[in-house]
C-alpha cells in the first residue's frame, strides 16, 4: 500500500437505508409487484445512496476522507454477504447463473421464497429488533465471488465525487450467524469453513482496492457476544486467523474491524495482533478496555454516541470518554456511533407533533452525526473549540432530568409497595382444572396470534380518522364492522379460541404507548425491522400509567358475538421496552414494573368484563437478553418479574397466553417456563418444528402453540405440510399440552392467503383429531 490514507477522525458505522419516507420500501414492493422494472428500483436505490451522502456531508462527516459509510442493502446486510460470496441455499440454486450470481429478483426470493421453496429463516441480529436472513452453509457450499455490487456502489461515490467508506459483514460473524444447511452431516459448524471463505473476502478486498478503496469495514458484532453456537475459544481463534490472513494481504484498503453491541474483551488482543488497522469499541454498552499491545499501531475508534438509542446524551462524559480511550496509548482515536444508526430514526426536525422540550432531548440519526462531527472537532482542535455544544447538551439533560411526568409520585409509591405476592399465580394445577370447566375447549385447540390482515380499507380509514375526515363514532362503527366480519370468518373457519384482529391497533407497542401516560409516539420515526418492514418505535421518556381501560371496549364487544371464548390481546412489559426508545436515566427493571402494573389494571378490567382468556404477548424476551453471559442472569430475572407482576392478578380460571415469535426456545427455555403462562405459542414452522425437542428435552409442562404457519412469507402452506408439522410436535409432545396456531400474527398477510392457510390448518387439525 502506497501511503496510507488516516482513518477519519468522525464516522458512523452505519445509517438508515430505507429512506426518510421509506422510500426504499416503497420501490422495492412495487418491484415485487411487477410495478416497475430491476433497472427502476437500482435507479431509486442509486438515488438514496447519493442523497444519503450529501447529506452527512453537509451533517460534518469528510467526504473524501472515508467517512461516509457504504452500508445500503435492498433487503439485509446478511444476505448482501451471502450473495456477495456466493452461498446461495441449494434449494435456489435455480436463481444462479453461470458464473453462480443471482440477480436482484433471485435476491429477493431467497429472502422471501417461492413455491415449494422455503424461504431461509430470519432472526434478531443482535441484542436489537433488526431480522436478517440467516445464511446456510454446508460441506457443498461453493464460496466465490459473485456479487461486486459493493464495489460497485464505491464506484458511484466516486463518482459523485466522493471517498466512501464499502461496509460488509466480516467472515467470522457471518459464519457465527449461518445455520448448516438442509444436507449438511449432523454437528456440521458453518465456521469450520473459514478457511475456504477467506479467499473470497481476499478477492473482494482486492477489488475495492483496485476501485480505489481506502479504507472497508468489516462488521464484526459477533466477536461481542457470548450467545452464539461457538465456544469462545473456537471464536477467538477465528478472528485471529481471519484477520492475521486478510492483513497479511499487501494488496487491499486499510482494515477497520466493527464490534458494535457491547465490549470486545479477549477478542480485543486478538485483533491488535493482527494487521487491520483500526478497530471500533462500543463504549456504550461496553467499557474502556485496557492497553494491550499492538494498539500502539491502530486507530481505536470509540463508539460514544448510542447508536441504539434516540437521547441527545451527554457529550461531556463523552468527551471525556474519548479522552481517557487517548490515554490507552493507540497509534490514534476517532469518534464513531457504537453501532450502525440504522437502529435510529432519520430526524428528531421531521417530528410535527413532539413538543419543542421533547425534541431538546432526543437526537436521531442527523443529530447525532452532528454530534459526532462536533466530537471530532473536540478531538482535534481541543474542547475549547465545542464548549458552546458541550454546555448545550448539559443544559438539555439537566432539563430533562427536572421535568414533571418524569417522576411520578403516585407511580414512585406503588413500585415502591410491592411484595414477592403480588408476582405469583396460584397453582398450575389448579388453574389447568378451573379453566377446563370454564372453558370447555376441544383437544388441539385452535387459535390465531392476534392480528388480522390489516388491510388496505383499515389503513385508509385510520388515515381519514387521523386526518378529521371521518369522526370518532365513524371509525369506531368501522373497526366494529371490521371486528363482526373477523369473527364470522373465524367462526366460519372453525377456529376455537376467537380474537377481535386487532383492527384498532396500528402497532402492538405504539398502541400501548398511545394509551399510558409517560410515552409519546412519532410521526416519522421509522426504524427497519426486517426487508421493507420498518416500525416507529414509540419514546418511553416518563413514569408509566394506565389512566383508563382502553382495549376491554373491543374485546367485549367481541365477546357479544360470539359463543367462542374470545381472547383478550395485550402487549407484554418487555416488549413494550424492547420495542420503544426508553429512558435510560433510571433501571430498566424499575421500568418495566411502572408497566407491568398498567397492564395488570387492564387485565382486572378486562376479567372483569367477563374475558376469560388475556394474551399477554412478548415476542421481544428474548432479543434484549444480554450478549453477555454475565449479564443474562439479572435481565432475565427482571424481565420474567415483569411479566408476572403484569399476569399475577389473573383468576385461576382465567387462561393467560403469551407470545414469542422465534424458535430459539432452547435459549431461554428456564425463563419461559418462569414465565408461567398458561399457554405459549412461538415459531416453528420455517424451521420444520425444530423446537419440539427442545420442549420435550427441556420437560416444558404447560400448553404449548407451536406454529405451523410461516406468516412471514405469502405462501399457503399445503394442509399435508401442516399435518406432519402437527405429527412432528405430537411426536415430542403429549396431545394435551398442544396448540395449533400460526407463527405470528397476520396483519402483514392478505385475506386470501390468510383463509386458505387458516383453512388447511383446520382440515389438518381435525384430521390429527381423529
Ligand atoms: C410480533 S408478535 C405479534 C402478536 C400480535 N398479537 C399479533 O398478532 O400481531
Ligand atoms: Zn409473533
Redesign the pocket.
Known amino acids: 500500500m502506497s501511503t496510507p490514507a488516516p482513518f477519519p477522525t468522525g464516522t458512523i458505522l452505519g445509517y438508515p437505508r430505507i429512506g426518510r419516507r421509506r422510500e426504499l420500501k416503497r420501490a422495492v414492493e412495487s418491484f415485487w409487484k411487477g410495478d416497475i422494472t430491476a433497472a427502476e428500483l437500482e435507479r431509486v436505490s442509486a438515488e438514496l445512496r447519493a442523497a444519503t451522502r450529501d447529506r452527512l456531508v453537509e451533517l460534518g462527516l469528510d467526504g473524501r476522507g472515508s467517512a461516509i459509510p457504504e452500508s445500503f442493502s435492498y433487503y439485509d446486510q446478511v444476505l448482501d454477504a451471502a450473495v456477495t460470496v456466493g452461498a446461495t441455499p441449494a434449494r435456489f440454486s435455480y436463481l444462479e447463473d453461470a458464473e453462480g450470481a443471482v440477480d436482484l429478483a433471485g435476491y429477493f426470493t431467497i429472502a422471501r421464497g417461492e413455491g415449494e421453496h422455503l424461504p431461509v429463516e430470519m432472526t434478531k441480529w443482535f441484542d436489537t429488533n433488526y431480522h436478517y436472513s440467516v445464511p446456510e452453509i454446508g460441506p457443498e457450499t461453493n464460496f466465490h465471488l459473485a456479487s461486486t455490487r459493493l464495489v460497485a456502489q464505491y464506484a458511484e461515490a466516486v463518482a459523485q465525487g466522493y471517498v466512501t467508506r464499502p461496509v460488509i459483514v466480516g467472515p467470522v460473524t457471518f459464519l457465527l450467524l449461518s445455520k448448516a444447511s438442509e444436507d449438511a452431516p449432523e454437528g456440521f459448524r458453518p465456521l469450520s469453513r473459514l478457511a475456504d471463505l477467506l479467499p473470497v473476502y481476499r478477492e473482494l478486498l482486492r477489488a475495492l482496492r483496485a476501485a480505489g478503496a481506502e479504507w472497508v469495514q468489516l462488521d464484526e458484532p459477533g466477536l461481542v457476544s457470548e450467545s452464539l453456537n461457538e465456544d469462545r475459544l473456537t471464536v477467538l481463534t477465528a478472528a485471529e486467523k481471519a484477520y492475521r490472513e486478510l492483513g497479511d494481504d499487501t494488496d487491499r484498503p486499510q482494515i477497520f474491524v466493527a464490534a458494535p453491541y457491547a465490549s470486545l474483551d479477549d477478542a480485543l488482543p486478538v485483533l491488535a495482533g493482527t494487521a487491520v488497522e483500526a478497530i471500533s469499541l462500543d463504549l456504550v454498552r461496553g467499557s474502556l478496555p485496557e492497553f494491550t499491545p499492538g494498539l500502539e499501531a491502530k486507530t481505536l475508534v470509540g463508539g460514544v454516541v448510542d447508536g441504539h438509542n434516540v437521547w441527545r446524551g451527554d457529550l461531556t462524559v463523552a468527551a471525556d470518554t474519548l479522552e481517557a480511550l487517548r490515554g490507552l496509548g493507540s497509534g490514534a482515536v476517532a469518534v464513531a456511533s457504537s453501532t450502525s444508526l440504522q437502529h435510529v430514526p432519520h430526524d428528531v426536525n421531521d417530528e410535527p407533533y413532539l413538543s419543542d422540550q421533547l425534541k431538546s432531548w432526543l437526537a436521531f440519526a442527523e443529530q447525532k452525526v452532528g454530534q459526532i462531527a462536533t466530537l471530532a472537532t473536540g478531538l482535534v482542535n481541543g474542547r475549547g473549540s465545542i464548549s458552546a455544544e458541550l454546555a448545550a447538551s448539559a443544559a438539555a439533560l439537566a432539563d430533562r432530568l427536572a421535568a414533571p411526568g418524569v417522576h411520578d409520585p403516585v407511580v414512585r409509591a406503588r413500585t415502591a409497595a410491592l411484595t414477592a405476592d403480588d408476582f405469583s399465580r396460584g397453582e398450575y394445577a389448579a388453574r389447568v382444572a378451573a379453566q377446563a370447566a370454564a372453558l370447555n375447549l376441544p383437544d388441539l385447540p385452535t387459535t390465531?396470534?392476534?392480528?388480522f390482515p390489516q388491510t388496505g380499507d383499515i389503513r385508509r380509514a385510520r388515515a381519514s380518522f387521523v386526518r378529521g375526515d371521518i369522526t370518532e363514532a365513524q371509525y369506531n362503527e368501522f373497526l366494529r364492522e371490521e371486528i363482526r366480519r373477523v369473527v364470522a370468518l373465524q367462526e366460519e373457519i372453525g377456529l376455537d379460541v376467537l380474537?377481535h384482529g386487532?383492527p384498532e391497533?396500528n402497532d402492538?407497542v405504539q398502541y400501548f404507548a398511545e394509551n399510558f401516560d409517560g410515552f409519546d409516539v412519532t410521526q416519522n420515526g421509522w426504524v427497519q425491522s426486517y426487508g421493507t418492514r420498518a416500525t416507529r418505535p414509540s419514546l418511553l421518556w416518563g413514569d408509566v400509567s394506565r389512566p383508563a381501560p382502553f382495549t376491554v371496549e373491543w374485546s367485549a364487544f367481541t365477546q357479544s358475538l360470539t359463543e367462542k371464548p374470545v381472547k383478550g390481546?395485550l402487549?407484554g412489559p418487555v416488549?413494550i421496552l424492547a420495542w420503544s426508545f426508553v429512558r435510560d436515566d433510571q433501571p430498566l427493571a424499575e421500568t418495566a414494573n411502572q408497566v407491568a402494573l398498567a397492564l395488570r389494571d387492564e387485565i382486572a378490567d378486562l376479567e372483569e368484563a367477563g374475558i376469560g382468556i388475556i394474551?399477554v404477548?412478548e415476542?421481544?424476551l428474548r432479543e434484549l437478553l444480554p450478549l453477555k453471559v454475565a449479564d443474562q442472569a439479572d435481565y432475565l430475572d427482571w424481565s420474567v418479574n415483569s411479566f408476572r407482576l403484569s399476569t399475577a392478578g389473573a383468576a385461576d380460571a382465567t387462561q393467560i397466553h403469551t407470545?414469542?415469535?422465534y424458535s430459539e426456545f432452547g435459549v431461554v427455555i428456564d425463563a419461559i417456563r418462569a414465565l408461567d403462562a398458561d399457554v405459549t405459542s412461538i415459531e416453528a414452522a420455517r424451521s420444520k418444528m425444530e423446537v419440539v425437542h427442545d420442549i420435550k428435552a427441556s420437560g416444558f409442562d404447560h400448553g404449548i402453540g407451536p406454529g405451523v404457519y410461516d406468516i412471514h412469507s405469502p405462501r399457503v402452506p399445503s394442509v399435508a405440510e401442516i399435518s406432519e408439522l402437527i405429527a412432528t410436535a405430537l411426536g415430542e409432545i403429549p396431545a394435551s399440552q398442544v396448540w395449533i396456531n400460526p407463527d405470528?400474527?397476520?396483519?402483514t398477510r392478505g385475506y386470501e392467503e390468510t383463509t386458505a392457510s387458516l383453512t388447511n390448518i383446520l382440515e389438518a387439525t381435525r384430521a390429527a383429531r381423529g
Open positions: 390465531t396470534i392476534g392480528s380474537v386487532e391497533r402492538m390481546m402487549t416488549t394474551q404477548d415476542p421481544a407470545h414469542l415469535c405470528c400474527g397476520l396483519k
